[in-house]
């Protein structure tokens, strides 16, 4: 199926690998890169492939310890790649599969680890069975290989059941089938551009297994599985009952999602990657009810480590922290899997700006909110999770200090969810305004040839140049704290914290001689100081063994 020459992928055992670092997953800070906004090298206003190569000397010197690539594959491009054509193929957008080859090589060369996206709950409906099953009408076997069922109602013109669409509407579309009549409906759970697959259809199962073994001989370290609790629906496909499911999601166990059987397809798959070196890995995106449920997707024979949402979703507030982090540890610790801790990412609105905001607006909010606070809170919150025990993932421009882009016109948004109804707000376009790089230029230094999304006047002075060297910015903030935290023993891998008497608004805990305090209030706190300074969000005064800390300020010190 691949649209473009292939790169004759090396034996695994010839390719170029990094330095061993035993359970390296168990720590790691993975910086996330969606490359159509990263860096562009040809000009034409999108990122690739090569652009993302360019620029890894500045995700080595930041200190991260792996990227993770959202999708490049051959697509429609209907959901930004996550509807894909071909996965063994890239698509001219991003560059080829030489490009890809070279950016994996140059990684490890530099250090660094490559983790690719994969979609296996559903495929774009221009993935060849997909359109030979449309051509073939029905009765084709190839309508098997995904869910298509005939319609309710006198003549079939109701859907086969009630599921609701993530992106709104209803979960369903009809087909014309090739004589011109009305024909069966197929299930997307997301656009209808990506019909979901039907995982108890061996031939999928070969497929994704057969995938997972091409990028893999490729050289890459490891796959973030997107929409990792999908895949296998309840049996019979039974209605939910009610409207508005998009509210239930992250409540209840619904027959679309987070049924037992994906645990089945996690031990096949996970027998394959252990078949190779390099302490390969695999990252699930898994919207679960509770973070318990989500551990289920990290047994000792399944994945390696899952997405932790319910922390992303957690409110700048001590007491909420303190309750998520402890459920947290203790639902990973019976299943010997580290935990996770993220903030941003490219389907939520970025961390300054939800912190600018009051709580309770969600994960997707529209509103500048007062940038200011938003940006002190995200920069307390930032030290406060790579403080945790476990692993951190970092979202592109949020080392800068990136807020949303709230004010896109509408005729310039290109998220499907922002065309379709109900469902989603569709703002997810706001974080993923490509990044500046330089104070000037015609896209701040992304590219020579503008950029896909109009990025706000004044990105300049958040740009990578502009912050460089600049003591106190967020940049350096972050480079110094990741460096910190590779140089701190008692930093990084565990499964516990010991929590420290503070005030009331005041996260407080010890890792051996390491000690964090983050003050979530709107005053300053006085408290004992806890050893030499090693790093703080905000300045801190110490006068006669106590400390200051400012309002929405995270500070950390060591006894050693």
Known sequence: MSQQPSAAPAPASAVATVSERHDWWRDAVIYQVYPRSFADSNGDGMGD?????????????????????????ASPQADAGYDVADYRAVDPMFGTLLDADALIRDAHALGLRIIVDLVPNHSSDQYDWFRRALAEGPGSPLR????????????????????????????????TEPDGTPGE??????????????????????????????????????FRIDVAHGMVKAEGLPDVGSHEQLRLLGN??????????????????????????????????????TVERTAHYVRPDELHQAFNFQYLGTHWDAEELRTVIDRTLDAMRPVGAPATWVLSNHDVTRHATRFANPAGLGTQIRLAGDRELGLRRARAATLLMLALPGSAYVYQGEELGLPDVVDLPDEVRQDPAYFRGAGQDGFRDGCRVPIPWTREGSSYGFGAGGSWLPQPAGWGELSVEAQTGEPGSTLELYREA???????????AGDAVE???AP?????????????????????VALPAHGRVLLASGEITETSGEAKVPADTTVWWTRA
């Open 504 to 524: 009331e608004g005041v996260v407080a805990f010890r890792r051996g001689d390491f000690v964090c305090v983050a003050n979530t209030t709107g005053e300053s």
């Open 49 to 73: 492939l090569e652009g993302v190569r360019t620029r890894l000397p500045y995700l080595r010197d930041l200190g991260v310890d792996a990227v993770w690539l959202s999708p490049f594959y």
């Open 144 to 175: 098997d290989r995904y869910h298509f069922r005939p319609g309710k109602g006198k003549n079939g013109e109701l859907p086969p059941n009630d599921w609701e669409s993530i992106f709104g509407g209803p979960a369903w579309t009809r087909v």
């Open 482 to 492: 990741l460096a910190v935290r590779r140089s701190t023993a008692d930093l990084g």
């Open 499 to 501: 929590w420290l008497r």
């Open 252 to 289: 209840d166990v619904m027959p679309f999602f987070d049924q037992d059987g994906v645990h089945v397809i996690y031990r096949q798959w996970r027998r394959i990657l252990d078949e190779y070196g390099g302490e390969r890995i695999f990252v699930a995106e898994a919207w679960t009810p």
């Open 185 to 222: 409906w197929y299930l997307h759970l997301f656009a209808p551009e990506q019909p979901d697959f039907n995982w108890e259809h061996p031939a999928v199962g070969d497929e994704f297994r057969s995938i997972l073994r091409f990028w893999l001989d490729m050289g890459v370290d490891g």
